[in-house]
């Protein structure tokens, strides 16, 4: 076995955009050419977008997004970007920069949240833009008559992206939470009242899947029935540089981009699929310095000896790599 | 060339089955050193492949069709539990459905047709005439469940692996020529605990790797590898579940009958994202050919007696090749003169 397969790139066009929240943007993704083929319910995509950073000089961002659209409608995809507060470029990219009629990259569906379809029933948490990934599931449970719960956490002001459409269409199975109104979601409770075997679903901010992993771990819910998707979408912080073993190539990594970004820039191909800290695919070894590990995927002993350069910075000032 | 498939052949009792010019020509010779190495050797399956190669098409349809669609009505007859699929994997059967369909008409479309509107599907299969509308999704709109519906118009085996954690279960299939594994057998395990009695791989690291590599594949990018083994007899069913009938087979090769009896049976695999499941499927396609056809050609004749000496024993013993393993490599050395 040698390298990953190259990962093969599509380009889209853009047909429509919407805002759906106060900071929400929706992007309608039609094929340039070709078709779109069909994706599996909580598929994302990486989006390349190309630009300039504040300095004016060329950058590109790579951000995953979960597709939000009917799984087996193969004439677009649909995403949602929120405009982070903090943002590294990217949300705010897609947000003032991008245009109908603008053409993106992006990375043929992948999947790393799917749901288990050997489940009972299916308990949907969603907090804010966290909804996207279960806009996908939602049309495939209703068509296998699956049983779920789609419990939808959002502050009014901000978020609450189709939450009045996804109410008309679910009824009695969607439950919603405005922070902004009051509503909190009573996490233990919600947990208590699931029958045995119900798989649950987290997609949301940090503090979110906590609290559910918390209480359940709290009431005795097994672990092995809880899924969770973050994309911690990488975060800023102190420049560093690394050196490359085998070309003895030295890369400088500025405050605000990621390891990964910065290798990409240096036209290396390092295989990856959430660029988030959860796949595993970017894995890289390190052969001198210490790292600061901010992903989910390293057991410790990886940690020794390995980095995931999607998100994890140097603790040094340097890192020499195995590349 | 490809010509229509015609002819019936067997695979047990008075074993018909032969190959033809053409057929040894595009034989996949696993081969490509002398030394045997060990590796898992996946490669892109970029199509269309080279002309006529069993590269050359997502489903390489070639002259043992009828025969190996017939023998595997039998073997379903026989023991029914060959193919299953559980319950959750039905989407995924439908994904290898459509992929088969689009396939098959798309690259054969003297022999396969179809035609779409909407959900209402129209299949034609004239190898087999098969001529049936169904609405796609919905399973009790096909004769027959559709992982049987689809595997028995396929030459191979086949398997759809569900994704999940990080790893894959073997959670449907229809198994009728392994090289010796039994699909009832491996039903819900994970991937290494499948893999669990190949020998000196686990030490090498190399399911870690091939796990990693696999749960990371991508939609429309099939992959594909070689394996092989040896079969006494061009016998398809060498299952676990019909080891008595077969086992005995090893003990009748003589140095007389080396040549018709041991057959090189390789198995392309070829492993493909299923795009609404995101399950993984694999066609485990099975080519035997008999001593006597591949030592007509002097490399691959010179090649197998080098790799067959220097064979390591463990993988000699996992292969179940002990008993006549020394008289095959006797008999190949008269091929292999400048050693």
Not at chain 2, 38 to 44: K, M, Q
Not at chain 2, 63 to 71: A, D, G, K, N, R
Not at chain 2, 287 to 311: E, F, I, Q
Request: with cysteine; glycine share 6%.
């Amino acid at each position: 076995m040698t390298a990953n397969t190259p990962s093969h790139h599509l380009m889209v066009r853009v047909s429509d955009m919407k805002l759906v929240a106060p900071t929400i943007k929706e992007f309608t993704l039609v094929a340039v050419d070709g078709a779109l083929s069909p994706f599996s319910p909580g598929s994302h995509v990486v989006v390349t977008m190309s630009g300039t950073d504040a300095n004016g000089k060329a950058k590109k961002w790579k951000n995953a997004y979960s597709l939000l659209s009917d799984p087996s409608n193969t004439e677009a995809y649909k995403i949602a970007v929120r405009l982070q507060e903090v943002s590294r470029g990217g949300s705010e990219f897609m947000h003032s920069q991008v245009q109908i009629g603008d053409v993106l990259e992006i990375t043929p569906p992948a999947n790393l949240f799917a749901p288990l379809w050997r489940a009972k029933k299916h308990l949907l948490i969603a907090g804010g833009v966290g909804i996207t990934p279960f806009m996908s599931y939602l049309p495939e449970m209703q068509r296998q008559g699956a049983n779920f719960e789609l419990h939808y956490c959002y502050r009014g002001k901000q978020t609450g992206a189709y939450a009045d459409q996804l109410q008309q269409q679910l009824g009695d199975a969607c439950v919603r939470y405005d922070a902004d109104a009051g509503n909190r979601c009573d996490l233990t409770a919600l947990l208590k009242q699931q029958p045995r075997g119900t798989h649950i679903y987290i997609c949301g901010p940090e503090l979110l899947i906590e609290g559910v992993r918390q209480n359940a771990a709290q009431i005795g819910y097994p672990a092995s029935l809880i899924h969770f998707e973050e994309f911690a979408a990488p975060q800023p912080g102190e420049p560093f540089s690394v050196t490359l073993k085998r070309s003895g190539q030295t890369i400088d990594i500025g405050a605000e981009e990621s390891l990964l970004e910065a290798l990409e820039a240096a036209d290396l191909e390092i295989p990856n699929m959430c660029r988030g800290g959860v796949c595993g695919q970017c894995q890289t070894k390190v052969l001198e310095g210490d790292v600061e590990h901010r992903d989910n995927y390293l057991g410790a002993a990886e940690k020794a000896d390995c980095i995931m350069p999607c998100v994890s910075r140097a603790k040094s000032k340097t890192l020499v790599l195995d590349l | 060339m490809r010509v229509t498939p015609t002819k019936l052949e067997t695979f047990r009792d008075d074993f018909t089955y032969t190959n033809s010019e053409f057929a040894i020509q595009r034989f996949p010779f696993p081969f490509p050193e002398d030394q045997y190495n060990y590796t898992v050797n996946i490669e892109p399956h970029a199509l269309p492949g080279e002309p006529d190669s069993v590269y050359e098409h997502l489903f390489d349809v070639d002259e043992h069709y009828l025969s190996e669609m017939h023998e595997r009505g039998l073997v379903l007859a026989e023991s029914p539990k060959r193919c299953l699929a559980m319950p959750h994997m039905d989407l995924a059967c439908w994904d290898l459905i459509e992929r088969a369909m689009n396939a098959l008409s798309a690259d054969y479309p003297d022999w396969f047709k179809l035609s779409k509107e909407g959900d209402q599907w129209h299949w034609q299969n004239t190898l087999l005439d098969i001529d049936d509308t169904f609405t796609f999704g919905d399973s009790s709109t096909l004769p027959m469940p559709p992982m049987e519906y689809i595997g028995r118009q396929v030459q191979g085996d086949l398997a759809l692996m569900d994704q999940r954690d990080g790893d894959l279960f073997m959670d449907a299939g229809i198994v009728t020529c392994p090289a010796d594994w039994s699909l009832a057998f491996d039903a819900g395990m994970s991937f290494s605990e499948w893999h669990g009695p190949v020998p000196m791989a686990h030490e090498l690291g190399i399911f870690e790797r091939a796990l990693k590599y696999l749960t990371a594949m991508q939609v429309n990018r099939p992959v594909r590898r070689l394996n092989w083994t040896l079969t006494v007899n061009a016998r398809m069913d060498t299952s676990p579940e019909e080891y008595p009938h077969w086992g005995n087979d090893r003990a009748s090769v003589t140095p007389d009958n080396v040549g018709e009896k041991v057959y090189l049976r390789v198995e392309l695999q070829v492993i493909d994202r299923m795009p609404r499941s995101n399950a993984l499927s694999i066609n485990i396609r099975t080519y035997m050919a008999s001593m006597n056809d591949l030592c007509a050609n002097p490399d691959w004749a010179r090649r197998l007696h080098r790799v067959m000496k220097d064979l390591p024993a463990p993988l000699i013993e996992y292969k179940g090749l002990t008993r006549y393993h020394p008289m095959l490599v006797e008999w190949l050395s008269q091929f292999d003169r400048e050693q």
